[in-house]
């Protein structure tokens, strides 16, 4: 038996076999959740045959940017499930405008509305939805950051303010869910080649620079990430909330480095 045995998960935002939302299901399952995933409408084709290699037949379109749909969504749950246990909130996104270009030439008042609603207010909204369906359970939330949070990173300019608001939202949400026996977290990953990379300029320099530069010396998987959003979320980490965890192979802990040929003198 894994030690997700027993326990409903809803996962928020998967897309391809190459999401972050991909590796959490796949380590959820792994540990013995029964899943359900919502997507966005263009996603279904690919969506519900990834649900069905893990056993799952509950899948829902709902687009986060709507409160209606957020309602109709899980109403469609609730015809399925009265309750469950995990939200794994994997939902991020900024107009590709806004991360082209220099940070001040391409934020604009639009691009900025965007990249907080879906990225930040939407687990807000999504976790005030499953509280009824919470109620009773020992609850886990857990939704996905990233380093530009804290630092600046070239061209991911407005998504890293997002993030910003999204880990903040991590804290008020962990205080104010708390004595209802709801953990909220946020796991950090790595840069990891996702569809949502593929639109960030010089993602592969990045992905060279953090290899060469984490202690580990290599990128993070789908799998790292997977594993440590499962184990977030069980009744392992019974003890963690309000946390931000980087799973990034230690490269937020790295101050300076030297090349491997250089005298380092």
């Not at 009265?82 to 996104?93: C, E, K, M, S, Y």
């Not at 950051?145 to 070239?154: C, D, E, F, M």
């Not at 999204?166 to 026996?181: T, W």
Request: net charge neutral; aromatic share 8%; charged share 15%.
């Amino acid at each position: 038996m894994g030690f997700l045995s027993g326990k409903r998960a809803l996962i928020v935002g998967l897309a391809t076999d190459r999401s972050i939302a991909w590796g959490i299901a796949q380590a959820m399952h792994a540990q013995g959740a029964e899943l359900a995933f919502s997507h966005i409408e263009r996603m279904t084709d690919r969506v519900v045959p990834l649900a069905k290699q893990l056993g799952s037949d509950i899948t829902f379109v709902m687009d986060v940017a709507s409160d209606d749909e957020i309602a109709q969504g899980f109403a469609r749950l609730k015809s399925r499930w009265d309750g469950f246990d995990i939200l794994v909130h994997a939902v991020a996104f900024a107009p590709r405008e806004a991360m082209t270009g220099n940070f001040v030439d391409v934020t604009t008042r639009e691009g900025f509305r965007v990249a907080h609603d879906i990225s930040s207010y939407s687990l807000t909204a999504l976790s005030r939805a499953s509280l009824p369906f919470m109620q009773g359970r020992s609850g886990a939330i857990v939704s996905l950051s990233y380093l530009g949070a804290v630092r600046s990173i070239p061209s991911y300019n407005v998504m890293g303010l997002a993030k910003a608001s999204l880990e903040a939202n991590v804290r008020f949400l962990a205080a104010d869910l708390g004595p209802q026996h709801i953990r909220v977290n946020a796991i950090s990953a790595g840069p990891i080649k996702t569809l949502a990379a593929a639109g960030i300029p010089g993602f592969r320099k990045m992905l060279a620079h953090v290899a060469a530069t984490a202690p580990i010396q290599r990128n993070v998987t789908l799998e790292d990430v997977g594993n440590a959003a499962a184990f977030l979320c069980s009744d392992l980490a019974a003890g963690i909330s309000g946390e931000v965890l980087y799973v990034d192979g230690g490269f937020h802990t790295v101050g300076m480095s030297f090349p491997p040929d250089g005298d380092g003198g």
